[in-house]
């Protein structure tokens, strides 16, 4: 079975800060893994995907995230926070059977 | 293309009523999915289609929840009879089920049963 632990429902982070939003992940096959964000009354979009090709992935928004197979980690990153990045964020896995699914989320506040 | 489709984007109803709602995933996408979203339970999986037919239910809570796709460009899922503790997000997501690519998710029907 596939499932996918966010540490920490809500990170805070200053402005110009880094910003470190955990994932751990378990499956029994090599996942593809995911990265959303949702901003306020909106759908999820993509921010960066896992699919074995390279083991750091960058994204939209200066994102990016390093798949530790070790760990069973894919923990998102960004060198410095900036206001718009105030959102939740969510992890995902999927492997084998095409549905994804997903952690609780993590809610970041950046503080000016 | 539009994107996937969801409506209506807010539902208000009585306890005890029929709810319904829509989705039109995005074209050449093989499978769709329904997503329940509360601050209790995070992003929970319902059920999910391939070529339009159901693959995994056992996320639907309770035979008051059903879900169907009578073709490959519409879905519903409707809540008969609803109740409060229904009120949530409801979020329907399409991809094209080939390893690694990703789901593309509407906007959402806020759902509010009173």
């Known amino acids: 079975a596939q499932s996918v632990t966010q540490l920490g429902s809500h990170v805070s982070v200053s402005e110009g800060a880094l910003v470190l939003l955990r994932c751990n992940y378990s499956?029994?096959?090599?996942?593809?893994l995911f990265w959303y964000v949702q901003y306020p009354n909106q759908g999820l979009q993509l921010l960066l995907k896992?699919?074995?090709?390279?083991?750091l992935v960058k994204g939209i928004n200066g994102f990016e995230a390093e798949f530790k197979k070790s760990e069973t980690s894919f923990h998102l990153t960004k060198p410095s926070a900036h206001m718009s990045d105030a959102a939740e964020y969510f992890c995902a896995v999927s492997s084998g059977t095409y549905k994804y699914i997903f952690g609780t989320g993590t809610r970041l506040k950046v503080l000016a | 293309d539009a994107g996937v489709i969801q409506s209506p984007r807010h539902e208000v109803t009585e306890m005890g009523q029929e709810v319904t709602l829509r989705c039109k995933p995005i074209?050449?996408?093989?499978?769709l999915f329904w997503y329940r979203q509360t601050m209790m339970r995070g992003l929970e999986l319902l059920i999910y289609f391939n070529n339009n037919v159901p693959i995994d239910d056992s996320g639907m809570p309770e035979d008051r929840f059903s879900a169907k796709m009578p073709n490959a460009s519409f879905s519903t899922l409707k809540i008969q009879p609803s109740e409060p503790r229904d009120s949530a997000v409801y979020f329907c997501?399409?991809?094209?089920?080939?390893?690694?690519?990703?789901?593309?998710f509407g906007q959402g029907t806020r759902l509010t049963v009173v």
């Open positions: 074209s050449g996408h093989d499978y």
């Open positions: 997501a399409s991809s094209q089920g080939q390893g690694g690519t990703e789901a593309f």
């Open positions: 499956s029994s096959v090599p996942p593809y």
């Open positions: 896992y699919t074995s090709a390279a083991t």
